[in-house]
């Protein structure tokens, strides 16, 4: 069976950890491609892949400048994603909070044991 294209839509896209670090990079500002090539160490040609990649499915957005391309973040394009993590807000929450409630009885019952 033929994998799925990574530009098929976002969740595809920011599969890729490189693309992540570079998602990452554009949402402290807008990047020319050598700057993303310095500041993460990769090569030009693969940031220019991964950009076309985010491009596609509209994470980045780019604009020219003189000859500079520079490339923001579109945080918009994002909102699928958030969407479909909301939900599991709630069970994150009432994990660490029955975490916090085990962690407080393991110190309350060790505090209780130095005491005799």
């Known amino acids: 069976m033929a994998r799925a ?3 098929s839509d976002v969740f595809n896209a920011i599969a890729e950890p490189q693309r992540r670090q570079i998602l990452d ?13 310095e500041a993460l160490q990769m090569k030009q040609p693969q940031v220019s892949k991964h950009l076309g990649v985010l491009k596609e499915v509209g994470l980045v957005t780019v604009r020219s400048e003189g000859r500079q391309r520079l ?10 994603v958030y969407t479909w993590l909301t939900p599991y807000e709630q069970f994150w929450k009432e994990s660490h909070d029955r975490l916090d409630v085990l962690l407080q009885k393991a110190q309350s019952e060790k505090a209780n044991d130095k005491s005799e």
């Not at 990079?25 to 993303?36: D, F, M, S």
Request: cysteine-free; overall charge neutral.
């Open 25 to 37: 990079l554009l949402a402290k500002g807008e990047q020319p491609v050598n700057g993303i090539v």
């Open 71 to 80: 490339y923001r973040l579109n945080g918009d394009a994002l909102q699928p």
């Open 5 to 7: 294209a990574t530009t």
